[in-house]
């Protein structure tokens, strides 16, 4: 069946740090996603992985922000000198076929 | 630009009375369309697509393609229904999803 961690679960940073936040699929899902779901832009696209290589990086809202997969697995997204802007919840999914996407619990994550 | 349209923020209906979740899309050869809800505290989770035209705890979503619309209908609302629903379509080759800005339906007793 589908199967989709985050971690942490919540994360609490200062403006300018870096973040790294981490999504744990388990085995079999080739396409992975993350979205960002804020208060005042909703649910949006960030970036897609076929196996470890990210054809579409369209939604990454700037060049602080990238993302990572290895082993055709476990992907982190990092936010590089975070700004308070960056805080949301950070969601992955995976797709299980027929278009539709598992999602897993997300990412708080709060820029102070 | 692919865009899905919810025009309702906030939805508040009596438990028993009938729901209707809009939803429009802007025109781009033959979309595909699903519902997304997302309980309190609780993981965003499909609800049903276009596709299957199947009906899942009692809600079901018809496509229009003359009005752009995949509306949300249930006929009786339930108090456990109370939830936030997004409608989103499938797009470009990697079938990204392209939200709504969602419905926070509230039934009340």
């Known amino acids: 069946g589908a199967g989709v961690s985050q971690s942490p679960s919540n994360k609490v940073t200062e403006k300018g740090k870096d973040v790294e936040l981490r999504c744990d699929p388990i085995s079999g899902h080739t396409a992975l996603y993350w979205y960002r779901q804020s208060l005042g832009q909703g649910l949006e696209f960030l970036i897609y992985f076929q196996g470890n290589s990210a054809p579409d990086k369209s939604g990454l809202p700037s060049d602080r922000f990238s993302a990572e997969r290895t082993g055709g697995s476990v992907s982190t997204l990092t936010i590089q000198r975070t700004q308070q802007e960056d805080s949301a919840v950070y969601l992955c999914?995976?797709?299980?076929?027929?278009?539709?996407?598992?999602f897993g619990p997300g990412t708080r994550l709060l820029v102070l | 630009a692919q865009r899905v349209t919810q025009p309702e923020k906030l939805l508040s209906v009596f438990k028993g009375a009938p729901v209707e979740l809009k939803c429009n899309y802007s025109y781009s050869g033959s979309p595909e369309l699903f519902w997304y809800v997302q309980y309190s505290r609780q993981r965003l989770q499909l609800l049903l697509r276009h596709i299957s035209r199947e009906s899942i705890k009692g809600f079901t979503a018809d496509l229009n393609k003359g009005e752009t619309s995949f509306h949300l209908k249930k006929p009786f609302a339930q108090e456990e229904d109370s939830a936030m629903y997004y409608c989103?379509?499938?797009?470009?080759?990697?079938?990204?999803?392209?939200f709504g800005t969602g419905t926070q339906l509230k039934v009340e007793l």
């Open positions: 999914a995976v797709n299980l076929g027929a278009k539709t996407q598992y």
């Open positions: 989103a379509r499938s797009t470009g080759g990697g079938n990204k999803l392209t």
